[in-house]
């Protein structure tokens, strides 16, 4: 069960290998969380996951393969994962795939793809977790979005625009949890310096997944439905959203 | 082994036409320091046989967990069970006749202010209260309640002569001598027993209502537990209330309050008059939840200077019962006061050598800018038989902690390192944060307590948020 701070005992995790995922992990087990559940597609960085899971002081960690291009195998994994568990405590989503801007443009598969892993399968599987945390009368989940989503940008716009269907998509499943026992918090990081990101020069605000680890976990206690990492970002989001777009179109990034 | 007794002829398993239950509500609950709500059916029956046959009901549910609830003034997930069945018992409200040496039945649901608006005028009041009368009889015996007579009386269930419990293998009658492992697994076993239907409670004689107070305020603490100590032996309750946000050398600073049931001749006219009259319950309430605490760092501190102020020592004052035992219930639902983040509460024990751990603990908290709002700090006697009974020889210390500061969490992690240290435990039903392992280590009768479990539950039907955090169970390892 998730204790009077939100730190759980049991956690799911959907895109494990990611370094945001892993950095979550790693401060819920040291806070005392026992049982960890990895699902990813890299077997090799899973593995690597897990060890990193263990070494903190997880008593049980296990793995589960997928492939967030098959949309259909959603709740399939997410059941696998809850009947690992027992009962989980914290689900986190946090699988998310770049775009090759501008090369994916005028590619639909591409396009296809990355809408896919970033917004078609964690919303399949969202549902899912949903209905588990209405049977389970309690859950609480972390849903890795981005302010790429918030505002959509050209020079990343297919992967804002999946991010930016994620987040109103778990916000709203939010809503529909009321009453359940189930509450599920979006975390918006800014620029993240993480694998994902390799090779991008970064902008002059960017952060690391410790940090956004970090605030999420804080979100979590907070109770909080929308986290930003860095948390300044609210408040400079608050203007750029109000920018008219012909000035938004010419902004340097 | 006791006779099982049958609810109307029936055991688990039978399935007589009987008329049909009240319906069941979702609906979300916590603990009174409002953290973890969690969502669960909740059931409220009229008699205990419905009580006997919701709960066998659902054995064999895909998904087992059924816990009892009284008045949720357990401050953590005690009496919560997310996904499954809880069995709220405010409609098992019947109370017996007071007989000549001071038993009384009691249904499991009685509050101990309807007992005492009963018993009062009698000339009787309960063995043992907590700092509230808003608790049941059944939350009573679960969490073995201790009072500010724990010194010299021990805990709620040295007073109770027979439980009639319903576990999920049949309804028994179990007393200190009729299977006392069962009787005493009950005892503090916060409702992972079965559901307690109704119990014999051994009244206290009283001349009055009202309560001779010596109150005194020492400067610093080890003045003020030396005093501590010495009303052990002279009065039959005593509590001191700490200020938290004092430094230094006034670190632990207080006020002492050591009472006993005044006699009638010792009344003003006026008081004299109804000598035994029942306390009022709250005349107000605190509406909503307050958008923000109202109880923040700086206030609690204010508050705390201000009540340290207004209450200079002072020897045989008249008091009423109400005003000693339970300062707090004239507000109603005031744990709104702390915002929607809620609080936790904090209580252990630590043997009576042990003075360091209450004077680290004060400066420990100081450090990680916590903000507590209420200390009180009492001296037990020592224990009971039940297992996971929570009493001990020794010094007590339970802390009100806003949730909000961000070292908060890490700071009770520590504590919990201390007391286990110094071997002490934690008060289950304070809890809302410890884990398994400490919990395991504080406890280390838990085994014998899961041996009795396995024989009355075990399919591990009873289940709480709170075994589940703690695993506490017969088929939790
Ligand atoms: C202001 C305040 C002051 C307090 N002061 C003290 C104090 O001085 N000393 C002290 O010891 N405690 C104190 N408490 C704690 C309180 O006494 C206990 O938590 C008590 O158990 C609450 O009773 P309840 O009826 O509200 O039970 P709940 O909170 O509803 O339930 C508590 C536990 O009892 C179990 N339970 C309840 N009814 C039954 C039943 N019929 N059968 C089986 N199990 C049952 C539940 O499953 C749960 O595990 C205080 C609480 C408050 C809010």
Known sequence: ?253 | MPEPILAEGAAPGDSVTQPPLPEAVDRILTGWGRTSPTAARVITPGEPADVVRSLWSHNGATRPGVIARGLGRSYGDAAQCAGGLVIETGRLDRIGAINDAGEVEVDAGVSLAALLRTSLPQGWFVPVTPGTRQVTIGGAIAADIHGKNHHQDGSFCAHVTSITLATPTGVLQVSQSVDPALFWATAGGMGLTGVILGATIRMRRVETAWMRVDTERHGELQGLMDALERVDATHRYSVAWLDCSARGRHLGRGILDAGDHARASELGASAARDPLAAPHDARFKVPVALPAPLVGGLSVAAFNRAWYAKSPSRPGRIRPLGGFFHPLDALGDWNRLFGPRGFVQYQYVVPSERRDVIVSTLELLQRAGAACSMAVLKRFGPGDPGPLSFPMAGWTLALDLPVGPPGLRRALRELDQLVLAAHGRVYLAKDSRLGPVAFAAMYPRLSEFETTLRRVDPEGLMQSDLSRRLRIGSLAR
């Open chain 1, 1 to 253: 069960m998730n204790d009077a701070f939100a730190r759980p005992n049991s956690v799911l995790v959907l895109g494990a290998t990611s370094d945001i995922a892993r950095a979550i992990v790693g401060l819920l087990v040291r806070d005392g969380c026992e049982r960890v559940v990895l699902a990813g597609r890299d077997q090799v960085r899973l593995a690597e996951a897990a060890g990193e899971a263990k070494e903190a002081g997880a008593s049980f960690v296990a793995t589960l393969g997928f492939d967030a291009n098959e949309v259909d195998q959603a709740a399939g994994v997410v059941d696998s994962g809850f009947s690992a568990a027992g009962r989980v405590d914290l689900v986190v989503v946090g699988l998310g795939l770049l775009a090759d801007q501008p090369e994916d443009e005028r590619d639909p598969t591409r396009v296809t793809r990355c809408l896919t892993v970033n917004f078609t399968w964690p919303a399949a599987a969202l549902t899912r977790v949903a209905e588990h945390f209405r049977e389970q009368g309690s859950g609480r989940a972390l849903v890795l979005s981005s302010v790429a989503g918030v505002r959509v940008r050209r020079s990343n716009y297919i992967y804002g625009s999946a991010k930016a269907g994620l987040d109103a998509y778990a916000r709203s499943l939010n809503q529909t949890l009321a009453g359940s026992g189930g509450f599920i918090t979006v975390v918006r990081p800014g620029f993240v310096v993480s694998r994902m990101t390799e090779g991008r020069s970064a902008p002059p605000i960017s952060t690391t997944p410790d940090a956004v680890a970090r605030d999420a976990v804080a979100g979590l206690e907070r109770g909080a439905e929308v986290v930003w990492s860095p948390g300044y970002l609210a408040v400079i989001f608050r203007v750029l959203r109000l920018l008219p777009e012909a000035i938004w179109r010419r902004l340097p990034f």
